[in-house]
């Protein structure tokens, strides 16, 4: 049964979130050829003109608003992600939802998972829309892209001298594992706060959910960068910073991070479940 409801809240997302994410792609690829254009022009110019062309300044506005469309799809995918839990829980949608004959920990998880799920597409979309944005956009003239493979390699081999201690291999594994996180918890404070909101407040309980979102995410940011940042003036204190203790300060607030967020996602997907089979407030 858990499958079918995922293949439904799939499909039922997908509605809304495919078109997003093809628009996260395509705006890549129109920034991308702005951005060429810009390149291209400021090169034939060269010093023949003190101010900037018109039409450049134009793809500078287009290149603006398409990455900051990109860097908001993340928060819109989450709107959504939400906006289908509370419609398919607490709205009309809701009697129905709780009349099947499954248990209501099932219907949580599915949209958890399924909610994570376009969580991590979104952000493929968005590495993808970027990286053909930067290739479009630089890749095809021969002398910028020169002058970044060697800015990298320089990075590259600076980075290599402070740290010859870092385990570069655990650190990917560390960040996989946080961004894998990261989308559970994110799917599962959204799925907290509207379900606590739906108990809070009789009426207005959307704007009661927001303001629940803000302030749970207030109070775990605020933890969290206390306690890493004590972790990090720990080291940075001892006077001269040996780069070799200071990525392993790094690693350290990493672990922090993410046994962390697994508690707190735990913690809340907990209450959430039982919030749902005990306290149910259907509109």
Not at 116 to 128: K, P, R, T
Not at 181 to 205: C, W
């Amino acid at each position: 049964m858990l499958s079918k409801l995922m293949k439904y809240d799939f499909r039922d997302q997908g509605r809304l979130q495919w078109p997003l994410q093809l628009g996260v792609l395509l705006g890549g690829i129109l920034a991308g050829f702005c951005m060429s254009y810009f390149v291209r022009t400021a090169q034939m110019m060269g010093d023949q003109q003190q101010g900037p062309h018109t039409m450049q300044i134009v793809m500078v506005v287009i290149i603006s608003l398409v990455m900051i469309l990109i860097a908001a799809s993340s928060i819109i995918t989450q709107i959504l992600v939400g906006k289908q839990y509370y419609q398919n829980c607490f709205c009309d949608e809701g009697y129905l939802t709780f009349t099947l004959p499954v248990a209501s920990s099932k219907v949580l998880l599915s949209k958890v998972i399924t909610g994570s799920i376009w969580i991590l597409i979104n952000l493929l979309a968005v590495l993808i829309g970027v990286g053909l944005f930067l290739l479009i956009g630089f890749g095809f003239d021969a002398k910028i892209s020169a002058e970044i493979a060697q800015g990298f390699a320089e990075l590259k081999a600076e980075f290599a001298q402070f740290s010859t201690g870092f385990d570069l291999t655990w650190f990917i594994i560390q960040y996989v594992a946080l961004t894998l996180i990261s989308a559970v918890a994110s799917v599962v404070m959204v799925d907290f706060v509207v379900t606590l909101g739906n108990q809070l407040a009789r009426k207005h309980k959307i704007l009661c959910a927001v303001c629940l979102y803000f302030l749970v995410t207030f109070i775990i940011s605020a933890v969290s960068g206390v306690i890493s940042s004590a972790m990090m003036l720990t080291v940075m204190s001892a006077g001269e910073v040996d780069w070799n203790v200071y990525f392993s300060a790094m690693n350290g607030v990493f672990t922090f991070t993410l046994v962390m967020s697994v508690v707190i996602t735990a913690v809340m997907y907990y209450i959430t479940d039982r919030m749902l089979k005990n306290k149910l407030n259907l509109e």
